[in-house]
């Protein structure tokens, strides 16, 4: 069996990693991720430096080289098109098409969809078109304090919240006006109420029709401890044996799961194909209330890398399954262990700036420590010795263990001993005093 593998983050290294198992992997990335590259080096597989977004050069790829199963699990990828170009050639592959993966590129479309789904899980919100009707929704919601996001993708980065990122209503209404302004020809821009509480996400793996639910998974979206300085694309994740969160009470992971199925559900009966992963990002509020933040077509990044060490079956099996619509109760089952990540990321990354910076490790002794590596924004320049590439999230850290504050500790055991150079970490990802405040946030 050949699989392909689009894109290079440590989300696609999980798995290529969990794909070489049991089948020869080839690549279509931006740059060479070193983790991906051995993988790809390791089954025999073949790598093309290109861009991922590029509908042509992926299938090219693909019927060139006699690939059979190919994952997509990026949103640029997704957004541009790629999986419609493998199904329209015939190659078997996971991954929603494009207007499978609307809910995540279109947020207008998405708060649509969500009403219709599980009405009672969605924010209060408006949807505005022109520049009239944003003043007019500022004028309903008055002082109470808002969350404005832009429709399109944004990296995970570009929904501002009046107390993090905006002074107050009067600011989210100039970035409500200038989003609509940048809009092109179909503005919109997303308006709803600000929720407070603790956020956290569910990674639904479903056929379009069946759905394995993996535990829930807490990221880390904000640069520095204590979540100040500005948002990322995650900072690392963790998820418990339970399946649900500290915060959390089992009959609110139900809720999530029974929501996410909905959702599933409403997309297949709109004919909407969906393969892959519907990626919830929920919010639980001091009252106890379950509230969508937004649907992602595609595993979360680093949410992927806990929940593909978890997966005990064959993934390229699941994969085919995915693919052709075949899923079965039961086929997909998760390990009783729990998880933690770390990313490390350059100096400047969310911060600005555009530096190279070499690092090193000493990857055996990591590995020996039971820490996974995967690789993300860097290249291998001679051995253990690296470059970063760009300004982004460089290399993720993974450990197991009976709870996340177990692993998180072989994880910065292995940063403080085996990692050399500028590279940063949050140091209070999974640690006991932040799992406590977490839930003391939402008074638990
Ligand atoms: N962890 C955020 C994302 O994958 O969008």
């Given at each position: 069996?050949?699989?392909?593998?689009?894109?290079?983050?440590?989300?696609?290294?999980?798995?290529?990693?969990?794909?070489?198992?049991?089948?020869?992997?080839?690549a279509v990335m931006?740059?060479?991720?070193?983790?991906?590259?051995?993988?790809?080096?390791?089954?025999?597989?073949?790598?093309?430096?290109?861009?991922?977004?590029?509908?042509?050069?992926?299938?090219?790829?693909?019927?060139?080289?006699?690939?059979?199963?190919?994952?997509?699990?990026?949103?640029?990828?997704?957004?541009?098109?790629?999986?419609?170009?493998?199904?329209?050639?015939?190659?078997?592959?996971?991954?929603?098409?494009?207007?499978?993966?609307?809910?995540?590129?279109?947020?207008?479309?998405?708060?649509?969809?969500?009403?219709?789904?599980?009405?009672?899980?969605?924010?209060?919100?408006?949807?505005?078109?022109?520049?009239?009707?944003?003043?007019?929704?500022?004028?309903?919601?008055?002082?109470?304090?808002?969350?404005?996001?832009?429709?399109?993708?944004?990296?995970?980065?570009?929904?501002?919240?009046?107390?993090?990122?905006?002074?107050?209503?009067?600011?989210?209404?100039?970035?409500?006006?200038?989003?609509?302004?940048?809009?092109?020809?179909?503005?919109?821009?997303?308006?709803?109420?600000?929720?407070?509480?603790?956020?956290?996400?569910?990674?639904?793996?479903?056929?379009?029709?069946?759905?394995?639910?993996?535990?829930?998974?807490?990221?880390?979206?904000?640069?520095?401890?204590?979540?100040?300085?500005?948002?990322?694309?995650?900072?690392?994740?963790?998820?418990?044996?339970?399946?649900?969160?500290?915060?959390?009470?089992?009959e609110e992971y139900?809720?999530?799961?029974?929501?996410?199925?909905?959702?599933?559900?409403?997309?297949?009966?709109?004919?909407?194909?969906?393969?892959?992963?519907?990626?919830?990002?929920?919010?639980?509020?001091?009252?106890?209330?379950?509230?969508?933040?937004?649907?992602?077509?595609?595993?979360?990044?680093?949410?992927?890398?806990?929940?593909?060490?978890?997966?005990?079956?064959?993934?390229?099996?699941?994969?085919?399954?995915?693919?052709?619509?075949?899923?079965?109760?039961?086929?997909?089952?998760?390990?009783?262990?729990?998880?933690?990540?770390?990313?490390?990321?350059?100096?400047?990354?969310?911060?600005?700036?555009?530096?190279?910076?070499?690092?090193s490790i000493n990857?055996?002794?990591?590995?020996?420590?039971?820490?996974?590596?995967?690789?993300?924004?860097?290249?291998?320049?001679?051995?253990?010795?690296?470059?970063?590439?760009?300004?982004?999230?460089?290399?993720?850290?993974?450990?197991?263990?009976?709870?996340?504050?177990?692993?998180?500790?072989?994880?910065?055991?292995?940063?403080?001993?085996?990692?050399?150079?500028?590279?940063?970490?949050?140091?209070?990802?999974?640690?006991?005093?932040?799992?406590?405040?977490?839930?003391?946030?939402?008074?638990?």
């Amino acid at each position: 069996m050949k699989t392909l593998i689009v894109g290079n983050g440590g989300r696609e290294s999980a798995l290529a990693e969990r794909m070489s198992e049991s089948s020869k992997v080839s690549a279509v990335m931006g740059h060479m991720n070193p983790s991906i590259a051995d993988v790809v080096e390791k089954t025999g597989g073949l790598i093309k430096i290109g861009k991922v977004t590029d509908p042509n050069l992926v299938t090219d790829f693909a019927e060139e080289n006699g690939i059979d199963l190919v994952m997509v699990s990026a949103d640029s990828p997704l957004e541009a098109g790629v999986v419609d170009a493998l199904l329209k050639k015939g190659i078997a592959t996971v991954g929603p098409d494009r207007e499978g993966a609307r809910i995540e590129w279109d947020k207008a479309f998405s708060r649509e969809l969500i009403q219709e789904a599980a009405p009672e899980a969605n924010p209060v919100h408006r949807i505005a078109r022109s520049r009239e009707e944003v003043l007019e929704v500022f004028r309903e919601f008055g002082d109470a304090p808002v969350a404005v996001k832009p429709r399109g993708l944004t990296g995970g980065k570009g929904v501002k919240v009046v107390g993090p990122h905006l002074r107050d209503n009067d600011n989210a209404k100039n970035f409500a006006l200038s989003l609509i302004q940048e809009g092109g020809s179909d503005p919109a821009v997303i308006i709803e109420e600000k929720i407070e509480g603790v956020e956290f996400t569910l990674q639904a793996i479903t056929d379009g029709r069946t759905v394995a639910f993996p535990p829930a998974s807490y990221d880390y979206p904000y640069r520095f401890e204590g979540d100040k300085g500005p948002g990322t694309g995650g900072m690392g994740a963790y998820t418990m044996r339970e399946r649900a969160l500290p915060f959390m009470t089992p009959e609110e992971y139900e809720k999530i799961c029974s929501i996410s199925r909905s959702v599933v559900t409403h997309l297949h009966e709109k004919g909407l194909r969906f393969s892959g992963v519907l990626n919830g990002g929920f919010f639980i509020t001091p009252r106890g209330e379950v509230r969508v933040i937004e649907f992602n077509a595609r595993f979360g990044d680093p949410e992927c890398m806990n929940i593909m060490s978890l997966v005990e079956q064959d993934w390229v099996d699941v994969m085919g399954k995915l693919a052709s619509g075949t899923l079965q109760e039961g086929d997909i089952t998760f390990r009783d262990t729990a998880t933690s990540l770390n990313y490390l990321v350059t100096p400047e990354y969310a911060l600005g700036g555009s530096p190279g910076h070499n690092f090193s490790i000493n990857r055996n002794a990591i590995e020996s420590a039971g820490v996974q590596i995967h690789f993300s924004a860097c290249e291998r320049t001679k051995g253990d010795h690296y470059r970063t590439v760009g300004n982004s999230r460089v290399m993720a850290l993974l450990a197991h263990g009976q709870t996340p504050v177990d692993a998180r500790e072989k994880i910065i055991e292995a940063i403080a001993s085996h990692v050399s150079g500028p590279l940063q970490h949050r140091t209070d990802i999974a640690s006991e005093q932040n799992i406590r405040h977490i839930s003391s946030l939402i008074g638990r």
